[in-house]
């Protein structure tokens, strides 16, 4: 068994003991395997062993990687997990399944356009800037209000649910009980928090899906 796959084992491993230990049925977390700047070669044998939900964060990366591997693995899921451009909406809903990163009005009104105009519809998450980080992309807590129901109202939108980057310097935690306090108050079911880091106290909090890189791939060179 190779590094990477005996890696994603032990992270299935975890998750599972981190859902138990909060009385969560282990099925409810999802394992977003994070596979940017990953070549090819170092995700089949992901693949091969059976995980089926991975993570983008670059369109074009994602476009030159996945549809040859989606061809041998129909059932793939690819989620959108960084700062998306408007002007990318177009092929972002034509190649991701679901998108973490909607953050601001002129996004919703491109992913909008683009539902339509295909018919696909990639499942939304809304991220939150739950820091107030000037240089990090998301909606801060004290808008993210109206921007939900704006998505809602103005632009059709059906959002799943609501993702956040904690602050690298600060404790995660309070972060994530924030994330689950927006989302249980717009009666959001979806929760995309915890990393390679921090999934742990992520699933202690209610996250539904886990963004984990490092910790199956390795370090990013
Ligand atoms: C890269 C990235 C991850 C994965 O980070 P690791 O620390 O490698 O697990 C998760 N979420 C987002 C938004 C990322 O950009």
Same mark, same amino acid.
């Given at each position: 068994?190779? %590094?990477? =796959?005996? #890696?994603?084992?032990?992270?299935?491993?975890?998750?599972? #003991?981190?859902?138990?230990?909060?009385?969560?049925?282990? %099925?409810?977390?999802?394992?977003?395997?994070?596979?940017?700047?990953?070549?090819?070669?170092?995700?089949?044998?992901? /693949?091969?062993? !059976?995980?089926?939900?991975?993570?983008?964060?670059?369109?074009?990366?994602?476009?030159?990687?996945?549809?040859? /591997?989606?061809?041998?693995?129909?059932?793939?899921?690819?989620?959108?997990?960084?700062?998306?451009?408007?002007?990318?909406?177009?092929?972002?809903?034509? /190649?991701?399944?679901?998108?973490?990163?909607?953050?601001?009005?002129? /996004?919703?009104?491109?992913?909008? #356009?683009?539902?339509?105009?295909?018919?696909?519809?990639?499942?939304? *998450?809304?991220? @939150?800037?739950?820091?107030?980080?000037?240089?990090?992309? !998301? @909606?801060?807590?004290?808008?993210? %209000?109206?921007?939900?129901?704006?998505?809602? =109202?103005?632009?059709? $939108?059906?959002?799943?649910?609501?993702?956040?980057?904690?602050?690298?310097? %600060?404790?995660?935690?309070?972060?994530?009980? $924030? $994330?689950?306090?927006?989302?249980?108050?717009?009666?959001?079911?979806?929760?995309?928090?915890?990393?390679?880091?921090? *999934?742990?106290?992520?699933?202690?909090?209610?996250?539904?899906?886990?963004? =984990?890189?490092?910790?199956?791939?390795?370090?990013?060179?």
């Amino acid at each position: 068994m190779s %590094d990477t =796959v005996k #890696r994603w084992r032990e992270t299935r491993a975890a998750i599972a #003991r981190a859902a138990r230990d909060v009385e969560r049925d282990p %099925d409810s977390v999802a394992l977003i395997a994070v596979s940017k700047t990953m070549p090819a070669e170092a995700i089949l044998p992901v /693949l091969e062993a !059976g995980q089926r939900i991975f993570g983008e964060n670059y369109v074009q990366e994602a476009k030159a990687k996945w549809p040859a /591997l989606k061809e041998r693995f129909p059932d793939a899921q690819l989620h959108m997990i960084g700062p998306l451009q408007s002007n990318k909406a177009k092929e972002a809903v034509e /190649l991701f399944d679901a998108i973490h990163s909607l953050d601001r009005e002129s /996004l919703a009104k491109e992913l909008a #356009r683009e539902i339509a105009r295909s018919g696909r519809a990639p499942t939304l *998450y809304v991220q @939150v800037n739950t820091g107030d980080e000037p240089q990090k992309g !998301g @909606v801060s807590p004290s808008a993210i %209000d109206a921007f939900l129901e704006s998505c809602r =109202v103005h632009h059709g $939108l059906v959002i799943e649910g609501l993702m956040c980057i904690p602050p690298a310097e %600060d404790p995660p935690s309070p972060h994530f009980a $924030l $994330l689950a306090k927006i989302a249980a108050r717009h009666g959001l079911r979806g929760l995309s928090m915890g990393m390679s880091a921090d *999934y742990e106290a992520a699933i202690q909090l209610g996250a539904t899906h886990v963004r =984990v890189g490092s910790a199956i791939f390795g370090a990013r060179g």
